[in-house]
């Protein structure tokens, strides 16, 4: 059956050039957008539109790529990155506050923090589930990525390392509760029979084709390669680890150039991963291929629909049958 999608509300952004990205805020109050016009705009989001003027921010000297809103516990914080290598840390302080702190106050918008720690485009960032504290990662065309603490006092420590020899292209934490079952638990899905764990880790995606799992070692206290995930022939444009609400079994999104989109699943932190590629022309066809290159992927909150956004201007929603695999339920034109 198909999922019922409400009717798009088209936003009138007034940028100049092609938008990359639109991320709505956790209360779905602000939509922030940005765009190869090198600015970034916030909207107001009332009952589903945006009204008013936006607040339009200024400051990369490039194309701006991704957009991420930190957790509203860390204050209105928002990221971005760009093709010129840096990324900006912006902060909501009221129109006409901030001046003299040493930021750049524009539109009620302090640009708090600014980090050049990459030598070529920093192509995605990501807040960390907001329990592990103020943490953004960062992917970036020099094939490394960078993980960026936050203190209470203002400062940053920051780990930069190799990641993807020719580009990273994407990156997506993981929940930071991991679930295993406890000994001699029933196969139940209760919470009371398993064993809850605080993990750090990510999933980045290169254009060296493969996806890659980083976990953060503790006692060491680096960064270091857990996994390295292999099906792709071309470079892996995006990837999205499932939120899993406490749950054992893990699931990770990749879209790739090669025009397919692969679901990477893993039943307990034992188990081996498995890969399944979406069928697009099911049940016709079992051809993996989607009509053009697959840009992004993105799951639901609950972490049990996928949306699919391919180059062809579509967008399609994939739910996992009990027995079928995996299907579309929707699509519809961006």
């Not at 009717?7 to 956790?26: F, G, N, R, S």
């Not at 799951?299 to 699919?308: E, H, Q, R, Y």
Request: glycine share 8%; with cysteine.
């Amino acid at each position: 059956m198909a999922a019922q999608v409400a009717k798009p509300v088209p936003v009138e952004t007034q940028h100049e050039d092609m938008i990359h990205d639109a991320q709505l805020d956790y209360y779905g109050k602000r939509l922030a957008t940005c765009s190869s016009d090198k600015t970034i705009r916030i909207f107001n989001v009332v009952k589903g539109e945006a009204k008013g003027e936006p607040a339009i921010l200024k400051g990369h000297t490039a194309p701006v790529w991704q957009l991420a809103w930190a957790h509203p516990s860390f204050g209105s914080i928002l990221a971005s990155c760009s093709y010129d290598g840096r990324v900006f840390i912006w902060k909501e302080v009221g129109q006409g506050q901030g001046k003299g702190s040493g930021g750049d106050l524009q539109d009620g918008w302090e640009r708090i923090k600014e980090h050049n720690l990459h030598t070529a485009s920093v192509n995605s960032i990501a807040w960390a589930p907001y329990d592990l504290g103020p943490i953004l990662a960062c992917a970036s065309s020099d094939g490394k990525i960078s993980v960026i603490n936050f203190q209470n006092d203002g400062s940053t420590d920051a780990s930069v390392f190799p990641a993807h020899g020719t580009g990273a292209n994407a990156i997506s934490w993981a929940p930071s509760v991991l679930s295993t079952p406890a000994a001699g638990a029933t196969k139940q899905p209760a919470t009371s029979q398993a064993n809850l764990t605080t993990q750090k880790r990510f999933v980045s995606a290169g254009s060296d084709n493969v996806v890659k799992i980083w976990a953060y070692d503790e006692e060491a206290k680096k960064w270091v390669e857990e996994e390295v995930i292999r099906g792709h022939e071309d470079w892996v444009r995006d990837v999205a680890w499932a939120p899993n609400i406490g749950l054992p079994g893990m699931y990770i999104a990749s879209a790739s150039q090669d025009k397919t989109v692969l679901i990477h699943t893993r039943q307990s932190s034992t188990s081996p991963w498995t890969s399944t590629q979406l069928l697009p022309s099911a049940p016709d066809s079992k051809d993996p291929h989607f009509p053009d290159a697959v840009w992004r992927v993105s799951w639901s909150l609950a972490g049990n629909i996928l949306a699919v956004s391919c180059g062809d201007g579509k967008v399609s929603l994939w739910k996992e049958g009990v027995g079928r695999g995996w299907e579309c339920v929707s699509d519809f034109s961006s």
